[in-house]
T-cell receptor
Framework: DQQVKQNSPSLSVQEGRISILNCDYT??????FLWYKKYPAEGPTFLIS?????DKNEDGRFTVFLNKSAKHLSLHIVPSQPGDSAVYFC????????????FGKGTTLSVSS | DVKVTQSSRYLVKRTGEKVFLECVQD?????MFWYRQDPGLGLRLIYF???????EKGDIPEGYSVSREKKERFSLILESASTNQTSMYLC??????????????FGDGTRLSIL
């Protein structure tokens, strides 16, 4: 059973608008979440993270929101740029030590100019 | 910058062959990981290692083994390659279990085709 779910396989947004990527999780013991971005033919790169003691973390154009009661997090990109076009993965720790991660299936974001 | 290097970007092998995928990191990281990425399935953890000669099974270890004889190197072995192991393989490393400060760093992947 999937513990980290990204239910939207794809999202298309116009340049300059907001992109909102969503992620749901089932395990209330998760205490940390990460977002990774992946371009074709490259490995994923770490984008932003959030601890469960926070409900928001911001880094430049990227903001992650966490709603623990709904077991939901979202990544906001404002303003979206064509270079943001990539696959975005949500991840959570796979074990108590936090050494491994569980990834969602990813959402492909396309930003058109 | 952390550098995770996978020995091959593309590899073509035949069914039944023993296949070795090599990964090297240059930042003295304790943890190393092997994932595979398939369309519609995201990244799935095959094996990981938190120290030299230590290994833990991930979600899909069947048909694979790993070796970590040196801290910087983590090898993934397909004992007898099968066509369903055609995939993109990604290696990653991280500094320690305090993942809040040390996210995983990935290599660029090896696209493996088993014919």
């Amino acid at each position: 059973d999937q513990q980290v779910k990204q239910n939207s396989p794809s999202l298309s947004v116009q340049e300059g608008r907001i992109s909102i990527l969503n992620c749901d999780y089932t395990n209330s013991m998760f205490d940390y979440f990460l977002w990774y971005k992946k371009y074709p033919a490259e490995g994923p790169t770490f984008l932003i993270s959030i601890s469960s003691i926070k409900d928001k973390n911001e880094d430049g154009r990227f903001t992650v929101f966490l709603n623990k009661s709904a077991k939901h997090l979202s990544l906001h990109i404002v303003p979206s740029q064509p270079g943001d076009s990539a696959v975005y993965f949500c991840a959570a720790p796979a074990n108590q030590a936090g050494t491994a991660l569980i990834f969602g299936k990813g959402t492909t974001l396309s930003v058109s100019s | 910058d952390v550098k995770v290097t996978q020995s091959s970007r593309y590899l073509v092998k035949r069914t039944g062959e023993k296949v070795f995928l090599e990964c090297v990191q240059d930042m003295d990281h304790e943890n190393m990981f092997w994932y595979r990425q398939d369309p519609g399935l995201g990244l799935r953890l095959i094996y990981f290692s938190y120290d030299v000669k230590m290994k833990e099974k991930g979600d899909i270890p069947e048909g694979y083994s790993v070796s970590r004889e040196k801290k910087e190197r983590f090898s993934l072995i397909l004992e007898s390659a099968s066509t369903n192991q055609t995939s993109m393989y990604l290696c990653a490393s991280s500094l320690d279990a305090d993942y809040s400060n040390q996210p995983q760093h990935f290599g660029d992947g090896t696209r493996l085709s088993i014919l």
